[in-house]
């Protein structure tokens, strides 16, 4: 009797230990299966002539697949998946549009009763779906979305419409490899700080009081070393920002001073600064002087390099042609090149007004000068080393060209006189 006894227990307690393990494993997963539907809120408010539910969804961004139905005085919103909602009392809140409300078993949908006939429009809005209840008398257009949810429509669609246009950049960015080059200019007068790009860009300056802003659209970082290797004190500070939006070029300017900003094309964009009138005009009478001192000096040399361009070129100096072709009471005329604080400088002293024009094509600046006068290279030196890798003077007819080849990119021409005296 015992072992029967015992052998009875045990037969009939191994299925009940299977359906209590079936019990803890469901009651384990059932937290799981509630978060993974998606958690709604109904709001319900009696307007002016109608009646409006709106069912919402606060983690989404959109509605679900869903059902509207309306059938016997029945009202029924139907989901493709459970969704987790809480019904308030809608009979309370709107007593002459609906008498009950209830959750279907499955979490799949909501029936609402309603008193009498209605007419239904239903509008969706982002993670919102409105449900209006119009009598059958209602004339005119149906009610619509609340001006602050059609602005907040819009203002999700311009930043979607940003964030698309961001990752389009981004990804524009790593096939075309948009690089800015930065070259920093000075002048007696004025100081340019120019942005090279590879690549067309779009650019925007801003200034509020001593800090300025320039807004490339790329979204790639700019070196900086060449303005803040040597920074002017027109400047307290330069940084460069990169976000998603583009590349953000940060000034601290001193007081009083103004930056002005250029596109001279859609690669090329300039800031400019003055310097103070005082100090460019002492910049301006040294550099003044210091050419005229060079001139002095070469005047001593003007001679025999004039005897030599002669004797290259197979002319006699005492014959008539020559006299008629190229005169030699006009001397020589030998460039010389001085510097004005960074900015190098190269001036053709001519002994009267010539016609001249200058022009860049890639790395070389031609000169062009209409004029007899034999014009010779300058000397070499440091100033013109650091910009120019070689210069060459071509006779042609009664016209003399001069071209710069190499000119280094770092030195770029702030400023030209096509006349010179």
């Not at 309306?70 to 609906?98: H, R, T």
């Not at 119009?134 to 257009?141: A, H, I, N």
């Not at 700019?222 to 976000?243: R, T």
Request: hydrophobic share 45%; charged share 25%.
């Amino acid at each position: 009797m015992t072992l029967r006894g015992e052998y009875r227990r045990g037969a009939f307690a191994f299925p009940w230990r299977l359906v209590a393990l079936a019990l803890l494993v469901a009651c384990s997963l059932w937290p799981n299966l509630a978060l993974a539907q998606d958690k709604a809120q109904i709001f319900a408010t009696p307007e002016q002539g109608f009646g409006r539910l709106v069912i919402a969804f606060p983690e989404r961004m959109d509605l679900p697949k869903y059902k509207v139905k309306y059938d016997n005085g029945v009202l029924a919103i139907e989901f493709e998946q459970p969704i987790s909602i809480l019904l308030p009392d809608i009979s309370l809140a709107m007593p002459d549009y609906a008498t009950i409300a209830r959750v279907d078993p499955d979490q799949r949908g909501i029936r609402i009763g309603l008193r009498t006939t209605f007419n239904i429009n239903r509008m969706d809005a982002g993670e919102k779906l409105y449900i209006d209840l119009l009598p059958t008398s209602w004339v005119g257009l149906p009610p619509a979305l609340p001006a602050e949810v059609v602005k907040a429509l819009a203002d999700r669609s311009e930043k979607l419409a940003r964030i698309a246009e961001q990752k389009r950049k981004e990804e524009e960015a790593k096939l075309l490899q948009p690089v800015a080059t930065l070259r920093v200019g000075r002048n007696p007068t004025f100081l340019r700080i120019q942005f090279d790009w590879n690549v067309d860009a779009k650019a925007k300056f801003t200034l509020k009081g001593t800090k300025g802003t320039l807004g490339f659209d790329w979204p790639v970082p700019i070196d900086l070393y060449a303005l803040k290797a040597d920074m002017p004190p027109e400047f307290k500070g330069a940084s460069n920002a990169v976000s998603p939006s583009g590349s953000a070029v940060d000034f601290t300017v001193a007081e009083g001073v103004v930056p002005r900003f250029y596109e001279l094309s859609p690669r090329q964009f300039v800031v400019d600064v003055d310097i103070a009138p005082e100090e460019g005009l002492k910049a301006a009478l040294a550099a003044e002087a210091k050419t005229k001192q060079a001139r002095l000096d070469l005047e001593v040399a003007a001679a025999e390099q004039e005897q030599r361009l002669a004797a290259r070129l197979g002319l006699e100096a005492g014959g008539d042609d020559a006299a008629e072709l190229y005169p030699t009471t006009r001397g020589v005329v030998t460039p010389v090149v001085t510097t004005v604080g960074k900015t190098v400088r190269i001036a053709f002293p001519f002994d009267a007004d010539t016609p001249a024009a200058v022009f860049r094509r890639g790395d070389t600046v031609w000169m062009v000068f209409d004029t007899p006068q034999a014009i010779v290279a300058p000397p070499p030196s440091d100033a013109l080393a650091s910009g120019a890798a070689s210069v060459n003077v071509v006779m042609a007819n009664r016209a003399v060209s001069v071209d710069f080849f190499s000119c280094m990119r770092s030195s770029p021409i702030v400023s030209t006189r096509h006349r010179f005296a």
